[in-house]
């Protein structure tokens, strides 16, 4: 069975994630800060879970080193969880913002890659955004235009980067960014738009299931490769 961990997967696209990973057969580890919502999760969709918070190395290494104990190996590693970022501006809030929609991804990612080496299939996959597409954000017909997230779209384009940068140094693991499409979720609820998180989470079981010999080191919408 494949062996998955999805980071910030309580709720939103992660959740949904787990559910429709849960659905094709997967052993899915729910990782969440909160303790409680985490399994709570966890046991609504007969999940297993581990306390991970992507902003703090010791609660990283734990969660994995109970992976490693339990299952021996990790197949699929879903970064999901990230911030909006959206208020004020200034270095607190962009430490908070880049800690964890970026430096998370490269705890995350070390502490697991020992776990993805033992796999036959590895596969990582980055839930980014475009929002961090220069492309994106320069196109006047495209909704990123007039995004009032400077912190959020620059850790996403750091996001993307490193995905890339991954791909490149570990040529044995597939590892691709996506753009989820506009979600309903807790991070945009202010601005009342988005569709249900179980559409935005087929993209990333698409990219999450992909075989061997698929491509690595792409940002992808459900549409196919996209620019950024």
Request: net charge neutral.
């Given at each position: 069975m494949t062996v998955t961990l999805i980071t910030g997967a309580n709720k939103g696209i992660g959740f949904e994630t787990a559910k429709q990973l849960l659905e094709l057969g997967h052993i899915v580890y729910i990782g969440a800060r909160d303790v409680?919502?985490?399994?709570?999760?966890?046991?609504?969709?007969g999940a297993r879970f581990v306390q991970l918070d992507v902003t703090d190395d010791a609660s990283v290494r734990d969660a994995l080193a109970?992976?490693?104990?339990?299952?021996?190996r990790l197949d699929v590693l879903v970064h999901n969880a990230g911030v909006l970022g959206d208020g004020a501006i200034d270095g607190p809030t962009a430490l908070r913002v880049f800690d964890t929609n970026a430096v998370g991804i490269v705890r995350?990612?070390?502490?697991?890659?020992?776990?993805?080496?033992?796999?036959?299939?590895?596969?990582?996959?980055?839930?980014?955004?475009?929002?961090?597409?220069f492309w994106a954000v320069n196109e006047p017909d495209r909704p990123e235009f007039n995004l009032p997230l400077a912190l959020y779209s620059a850790s996403k384009a750091a996001a993307t980067m490193l995905t890339v940068q991954?791909?490149?140094s570990q040529p044995g693991i597939k590892f691709n960014a996506l753009?989820?499409?506009?979600?309903?979720?807790?991070?945009?609820?202010?601005?009342?738009?988005?569709?249900?998180?179980?559409?935005?989470a087929r993209?990333?079981?698409h990219l999450a299931t992909l075989d061997e010999n698929a491509?690595?080191?792409?940002?992808?919408d459900e549409?196919?490769?996209?620019?950024?």
């Open positions: 409680e919502r985490g399994k709570a999760a966890a046991a609504t969709l109970t992976i490693d104990s339990s299952e021996g995350v990612t070390e502490a697991a890659l020992p776990l993805l080496r033992k796999s036959p299939n590895p596969t990582v996959v980055t839930v980014s955004s475009s929002a961090g597409s991954y791909a490149k753009e989820p499409g506009t979600t309903a979720t807790d991070m945009t609820a202010a601005f009342g738009i988005g569709r249900p998180p179980a559409e935005s993209t990333v079981v491509p690595t080191g792409t940002f992808q549409h196919g490769t996209l620019r950024w």
